[in-house]
């Protein structure tokens, strides 16, 4: 399975700095369940992992979004049923002026 997914909240906690950051580096995506979010028990984190001075001092993991929630809902299922997702940047659009960037990341299952 291959999906598309558009990132919600890349405007909140200084998502859209590390975007602007790293994202045209093409970084290692990683999604994290977070069942216990107050706002979605389906929740998605999606974060991104840099090299810290060249990977030489191991590497930071950075959030930059959530998957949003009607994707989640059924990708959460499988994720909790033991199914592993790879992700990676699809497209991002982050202009200096834009508050909220636009970033697509593409899912594929490891089955």
Known sequence: MRKNAILAGTGFEGREKIIRK???KNPKVILI??????????????CIETPIL?????R???????????TAKSLARRMDSGVVFTASIESYWAPPDREHPR???E?????
């Open 22 to 24: 790293y994202l045209y």
């Open 60 to 70: 930071s993991v950075w959030q930059i979004g959530y998957i949003k929630a009607t």
């Open 107 to 111: 899912i594929t299952d490891e089955i």
């Open 33 to 46: 369940r977070d069942p216990k979010n107050i706002y979605d028990p389906n929740a998605i984190e999606v």
């Open 103 to 105: 970033v697509t990341i």
């Open 54 to 58: 060249f990977g030489l001092l191991g």
